[in-house]
Antibody, heavy 122, light 108 residues
């Protein structure tokens, strides 16, 4: 069974940093692109970032470009999201999810992890 | 950037058919995927490639697409179908993955 388990969420002050992790199991992690999607309280889904299977290419939403860094360690079956210069508007539940393909393209996301809550507040 | 437009809410009586639309410029040229999100839970894929159902999704759930609108149809609606539904595409011009604003399905 494919499983994704996020960790690392919490409460931080504006301007601070946080790193999320997503531990994957049940599939050949190194064969698939992975993504982060967030959901602010009471709002819809917002795509954040995607990384291809070998980590060589990354993609970011305009709202986080230059502040967030996606990475992966295929030897540990783990996806990361380094979030720097956090703002109040980054407050959300952050989900990791698996793409059905190795690279970028017309892909969907399935399955999703249970989500990691991040709160940015002073 | 590419925009997907969904109605905020759709209401339907049990046993009836619910149709949730997703509009976008020339969306018929893209592949549309749909997710269900029940309260307090992570999203679940219910339709991919416009019309395909993942294993475990009942055949009451179906997808269709025309030139400028994709539609998620849920037949014989049950109380358990009450959830938020999101459409999603990949925008080739920006290399961004885009979600619609979401539609709350209310079962009367």
């Amino acid at each position: 069974e494919v499983q994704l388990l996020e960790s690392g969420g919490g409460l931080v002050q504006p301007g601070e940093s946080l790193r999320l992790s997503c531990a994957a199991s049940g599939f050949s992690f190194s064969n698939y692109a992975m993504t982060w999607v967030r959901q602010a309280p009471g709002k819809g889904l917002e795509w954040v970032s995607l990384i291809i299977n070998n980590g060589d290419t990354t993609y970011y939403a305009d709202s986080v470009k230059g502040r967030f860094t996606i990475s992966r360690d295929n030897s540990k079956n783990t996806l990361y999201l380094q979030m720097d210069s956090l703002r109040a508007e980054d407050t959300a539940v952050y989900y990791c999810a698996k793409s059905p393909i190795a690279v970028a393209g017309t892909s969907w996301f399935d399955p999703w992890g249970q989500g990691a809550p991040v709160t940015v507040s002073s | 950037s590419y925009v997907l437009t969904q109605p905020t809410s759709v209401s339907v009586a049990p046993g009836k058919t619910a149709r949730i639309t997703c509009g976008g410029n020339n969306i018929g040229s893209k592949s549309v995927h749909w997710y269900q999100q029940r309260p307090g839970q992570a999203p679940v894929l219910v339709i991919y490639y416009d019309t395909q159902r993942p294993s475990g999704i009942p055949d009451r759930v179906s997808g269709s697409i025309s030139a400028n609108t994709a539609t998620l149809t849920i037949s014989r609606v049950e109380a358990g179908d009450e959830a938020d539904y999101y459409c999603q595409v990949w925008d080739t011009h920006s290399d961004h993955w885009v979600f619609g604003g979401g539609t709350n399905l209310n079962v009367l």
